[in-house]
């Protein structure tokens, strides 16, 4: 899996460390409800399956709660004002985007978060980064680990599959890349352990960002 030229990035537990954030606002919002509210573990086992699945996870009784859509409503407003609170890259993360980018490397992040979040968080922290997808609104357009961001990114970079890698921290980012034909590497800074992504089929696992250049293909004249 050598000269990769397009990498696809997972953003959560890949390129950011979120788990403070979205842990304080899922707590914000059950306690608003008086409901039992979550430790940080807990809620790192909660996400990877977008926001309205991380909070039916949370929620007792889930979309069956009679208060559960204002409790996810509760959930979004808080996460969007503070969703920068405590996030921040991974060590040496910004400074591989950086190399990447000046390898001539095409780079986008695709993920379950919710579009004006994934979009706010990218801009802000990494400038390299061409296009950035979140949970779609286009009728169509299914999350993760259906293909269809992934594509949808690759569509917006003018580029094809072959070329490209798809980097994440979890089983659905496994499934999303394997559901659109294209290798994955598996990060083991995230939210998940090396023992969990091999029982999900990870054959390629990197423990530093560095590790991420090692694919790249230099398109330098």
């Not at 559960?68 to 996030?87: G, K, P």
């Not at 968080?121 to 390299?128: A, I």
Request: contains cysteine.
């Amino acid at each position: 899996m050598t000269d990769r030229q397009t990498y696809i990035f997972d953003l959560d537990g890949t390129l950011l460390d979120t788990l403070q954030d979205l842990a304080a606002s899922v707590n914000h919002a059950l306690a608003q409800y008086g409901m039992p509210t979550h430790s940080i573990d807990d809620v790192r086992c909660f996400v990877g399956n977008g926001v309205r699945k991380l909070m039916e996870r949370a929620v007792q009784d889930g979309a069956d709660n009679p208060q559960f859509e204002a409790v996810f409503a509760a959930f979004r407003q808080y996460y969007m004002e503070h969703s920068l609170d405590t996030t921040r890259p991974y060590d040496s993360i910004t400074e591989v985007l950086h190399e990447l980018k000046q390898r001539g490397c095409r780079m986008a992040v695709v993920s379950n978060k919710m579009m004006a979040a994934t979009q706010k968080l990218v801009t802000h922290f990494f400038p390299e980064i061409e296009v950035a997808i979140g949970e779609h609104e286009v009728a169509g357009i299914r999350k993760k680990p259906a293909p269809d961001t992934v594509f949808e990114a690759l569509r917006q970079l003018g580029v094809g599959k072959d070329t490209a890698v798809y980097v994440g921290d979890s089983d659905v980012d496994l499934m999303t890349a394997r559901n659109s034909g294209m290798p994955c590497i598996s990060v083991l800074w995230g939210f998940r352990d090396r023992e969990f992504l091999l029982q999900h089929g990870a054959t390629t696992l990197i423990a530093h960002p560095s590790e991420l250049l090692t694919f790249a293909k230099t398109n330098e004249k």
